[in-house]
């Protein structure tokens, strides 16, 4: 796992204070201390002068097994604190020197790791003193560890209905700790929300659909933070993406058209059919989930088995866009070119001639907003990108915080 996570003392429990210069590993035997060597300049250590007031430093953490989710802390008594690293084989720990002359670690720790500290010192009566002492984090397994993955891309462009979403591969119970630690900048800045779909998904999305051309970065600075039942954040991610332009496409399935808007601009009108009695289309806000130039479409999929009279298997329908989980896509239907701009005769598609499915599908991008009226089916909100179906106050009332 890698390390950006930057704590507050606000999410971690209170610190413990202990001497670094008598620290000791598990078998309580002292830790090895080089570091009574005098200062640069020659002057003797603190330990080496009797009429010195030793200067003592200690850290909060100690021996082996030292949580991931521990926060180090050096302090210096009887003088000031001059100097800290604390160095694993991965890199150093980030951290600085506080108000009150601690140092802090501004990360948290990595698992089955071990740590030097390193501490340079200065008495009041300005004798120097170096300590060095270490520490090893418990070890985690996978299955202790849940893993980030982040919707958009980074570096994707994307369409004003977009969500971002944030899934992970072992349960989160722990939901406000995790929350805490995810972070949606957008410039310009738009309000938003995150909104829990289950214990390994979590979505953000702005009050109304983003501005076109926004910039927005998505920080996911979840490593070592505890995510319940003895699991803990594993990587913190980063992403940058931006939104394109404003593709809002409108569709009626009682009129059987669908109006194509580009940032506020009516484009084209295309004539539609959607689903006919049995497979109604649902009515609501859709937003374009992935694309393929060629699908195979098999009745199977939805729940149509073989053999029944409404059963197909169709290998290279063009141009198809979905936009629920359930299998509605917007696609090319050279079959019911007939039929579109007067029936409803597919199985909850919405159908268009190659030509125009083409036109829209050029022009599309996954987050592309498709709303669609006309029908008493309703979408709802987890059948696809289905963020804007709820009122922006119920979908905040998702969020853990």
């Not at 004798?127 to 299955?143: G, H, P, V």
């Not at 289950?198 to 979505?203: F, I």
């Not at 039929?339 to 599908?361: F, I, P, R």
Request: with cysteine; net charge negative.
């Amino acid at each position: 796992m890698s390390v950006r996570h930057i704590v507050t003392a606000l999410s971690i429990a209170a610190l413990t204070t202990v001497s670094l210069s008598a620290c000791t590993g598990s078998s309580g035997a002292p830790a090895a201390d080089s570091s009574s060597d005098a200062s640069a300049s020659g002057s003797p250590s603190a330990s080496d002068s009797p009429s010195a007031a030793p200067v003592k430093v200690t850290t909060n953490v100690r021996g082996t097994g030292v949580a991931v989710d521990s926060v180090v802390k050096v302090e210096a008594a009887g003088g000031t604190l001059d100097e800290v690293s604390v160095k694993s084989p991965e890199g150093p720990l980030a951290g600085a020197m506080n108000s009150a002359g601690a140092w802090v670690a501004s990360q948290l720790l990595e698992p089955g790791t071990t740590y030097v500290v390193k501490a340079v010192a200065t008495s009041d009566d300005g004798a120097s003193r170096r300590q060095r002492s270490q520490f090893s984090t418990k070890d985690l397994t996978l299955d202790q560890q849940t893993y980030a993955s982040v919707a958009p891309l980074d570096g994707e462009t994307v369409g004003v209905g977009m969500p971002v979403i944030v899934s992970f591969d072992v349960p989160v119970t722990d939901r406000a700790s995790i929350e805490k630690h995810l972070t949606v900048t957008s410039t310009p800045a738009q309000k938003g929300s995150w909104h829990w779909i289950s214990s390994q998904e979590v979505h953000w999305r702005p009050k109304t659909y983003w501005r076109a051309g926004t910039d927005v970065a998505v920080d996911v600075d979840v490593n070592s933070v505890p995510a319940g039942n003895g699991i803990f954040g594993q990587e913190d991610r980063h992403i940058d993406f931006h939104v394109g332009s404003a593709n809002i496409y409108k569709v009626d399935a009682q009129t059987h058209q669908m109006k194509v808007y580009s940032n506020g601009n009516l484009l084209r009108t295309l004539p539609i059919t959607t689903g006919k009695p049995g497979f109604t289309t649902r009515s609501g806000t859709k937003v374009i989930i992935e694309k393929f130039s060629v699908k195979r479409m098999n009745s199977e999929t939805v729940g149509i088995a073989a053999g029944s009279p409404d059963a197909y298997d169709i290998d290279d329908v063009r141009w198809a866009m979905r936009v629920t989980y359930s299998g509605e896509f917007i696609h090319g239907a050279p079959w019911s070119v007939s039929s579109q701009g007067y029936a409803n005769v597919s199985h909850g598609c919405t159908g268009m001639s190659d030509e125009n499915a083409k036109w829209l599908y050029d022009m599309s991008k996954r987050g592309d907003v498709v709303e669609y009226t006309g029908t008493d089916r309703p979408m709802t909100l987890t059948n696809g990108y289905g963020d804007w179906n709820e009122s922006y106050s119920a979908y905040a009332d998702g969020s853990a915080l």
